[in-house]
């Protein structure tokens, strides 16, 4: 049974959640709750882990939050066919930070849930914003760590505000719909190798270096040559 409360779901695998960001939701869920006072209080949304580490996450959150599990809504693995279904119940998704979700971020975003996500330098912290981008929808890609709580907490405590959001997403989304576009970015796909490959062939091999020096100056190469859309 899903709980009728503002949910941020943290669809991640566990090795994805570092302390950091642990803490970083546990910030964004106590201080919407505060927000929230007389309503029925955010919980943080997370799949049932191992058992040595859920009641790790338990007694951290206890012992330096005064949370409890009042404070979270632990859930199994959805049957295939309800997972569209059920997560299009969170009111955001909270990417993670070094690794941002890749096929559960796409999911969530299928499920008609944003994506709220902060860019980091690696490609692996870029992919959310990448996403997002894909469906010409920015709202949700945060500046900084600031930020990116705030936001959430603004959401989390204004149910209007998660509805018009929301809203305005799935507009972005279906008209803008170029991410799901299989046969588009097989041909957006095969023009990078093609260039690549004649690049390879004159002996410019500036391209392959760029990526290699620079993990942003390579994102920035796939979202412009090899996704549909440019970042």
């Not at 008209?175 to 299989?182: I, K, T």
Request: with cysteine; glycine share 6%; net charge neutral.
């Amino acid at each position: 049974h899903i709980p009728d409360v503002p949910l941020a779901s943290g669809f991640n695998q566990l090795w994805k959640i570092s302390p950091e960001l642990f803490d970083s939701w546990l910030s964004i869920v106590g201080n919407a709750s505060l927000n929230r006072a007389g309503k029925p209080k955010p919980r943080l949304w997370l799949p049932s882990f191992p058992d040595v580490a859920t009641p790790s996450l338990k007694e951290y959150a206890k012992n330096t939050r005064g949370m409890d599990d009042s404070d979270f809504f632990w859930s199994e693995l959805f049957p295939e066919e309800d997972q569209f279904k059920v997560k299009s119940l969170s009111w955001i998704q909270l990417d993670a930070f070094s690794y941002n979700g890749h096929t559960s971020g796409a999911d969530v975003l299928w499920a008609g849930v944003p994506i709220l996500t902060l860019p980091g330098l690696k490609q692996s912290a870029r992919v959310g914003a990448s996403l997002l981008n894909g469906l010409a929808f920015h709202t949700t890609i945060a500046r900084n760590k600031f930020d990116y709580e705030d936001m959430a907490v603004r959401v989390l405590s204004n149910k209007r505000l998660m509805m018009a959001m929301r809203k305005q997403f799935l507009r972005s989304r279906d008209e803008n719909g170029e991410l799901w576009d299989m046969k588009l970015w097989v041909l957006a796909f095969e023009r990078a190798l093609k260039r690549l490959w004649e690049a390879a062939l004159q002996g410019d091999d500036h391209l392959l270096k760029q990526g290699v020096r620079s993990q942003p100056d390579y994102s920035d190469f796939v979202s412009m040559h090899i996704c549909p859309t440019r970042m």
